[in-house]
């Protein structure tokens, strides 16, 4: 089960034009987003761990027991002492169910449906197929095809690993594309990109008006979804907090 964190998603940024090697095709291709922060922010678990929110107890194990051997005391000195100490609360947290479905909530996630696999470590940036406006061409497939995958049953394509081939694969996937339709969005906002993007069953009477359907605009959707939630994980800890009884 994957999981999705409260955040603000990047505008799409305006076309850039370029040239495929070995060809005067140009191609228009939008542009990483960068995003600054005035400060930084205190880590969560699974980043101190250095896994993603929607990862098994087994790669939770394997991850903490790679970030001790590398933070130990003896290895890193006094300072690996308080970074151990985070680690144990972490690993203790996140290896129970109740625990960690308890954390989660404290810090805005909520578990969504299945999205993109990793390959490697997270990066802070990750690539997503806009299937709204995607045509089929199947020019990223051919490009990088351990990355991107079509759904012939809709006959879109969308990524199934993240960085699943090498960055100059990638890049040439991503310049190939003649609508535009893949974007690089902060990591931390994919999963809810991903959830929304599935067709999802449509209301309808009877045997008319019914069938699936995604939102027009994701990234609007996205938005609204994030507002939602966090109206929702605001409103949870306003309830929790003890009342002064007279």
């Known amino acids: 089960m994957a999981s999705f964190s409260i955040s603000q998603l990047s505008s799409p940024k305006s076309a850039e034009i370029h040239l495929l090697p070995g060809s005067n095709k140009p191609i228009f291709r939008r542009p990483r ?28 194990k394997d991850a903490y027991r790679k970030q001790q051997k590398k933070h130990h005391p003896d290895i890193a ?44 470590p997270l990066r802070p940036e990750a690539i997503f197929v806009d299937e709204n406006a995607c045509i089929g061409c199947r ?26 081939d090498d960055d100059t694969q990638i890049e040439i996937s991503v310049d190939s594309c003649p609508v535009n339709c893949i974007y690089w969005v902060e990591t931390e906002e994919l999963e809810v990109l991903e959830y929304l993007i599935q067709p999802q ?4 009477y009877g045997v008319f008006g019914q069938g699936w359907e995604r939102p027009a605009n994701v990234f609007v959707a996205a938005k609204s979804f994030n507002k939602q939630i966090k109206r929702k994980v605001e409103n949870q800890k306003r309830n929790a907090r003890p009342t002064n009884k007279e």
């Open 201 to 204: 069953p449509k209301e309808g």
């Open 139 to 164: 020019e990223c497939v051919h490009h990088a095809g351990n990355t991107f995958t079509m759904d012939e049953a809709v006959g879109t394509a969308r990524v199934k690993v993240q960085y699943g």
């Open 33 to 60: 987003s960068i995003t600054v922060r005035c400060c930084e922010r205190k880590k969560n678990y699974y980043e101190l761990l250095g896994v993603s929110s929607d990862s098994s107890s087994q790669e939770i």
């Open 77 to 120: 000195g006094e300072k690996g002492h308080e970074n151990t100490i985070k680690l144990n609360k972490a690993y203790e947290v996140l290896m129970k169910e109740d625990l960690r479905r308890e954390y989660d909530s404290s810090i805005g996630l909520m578990r969504l449906g299945a999205t993109s696999s990793w390959k490697g």
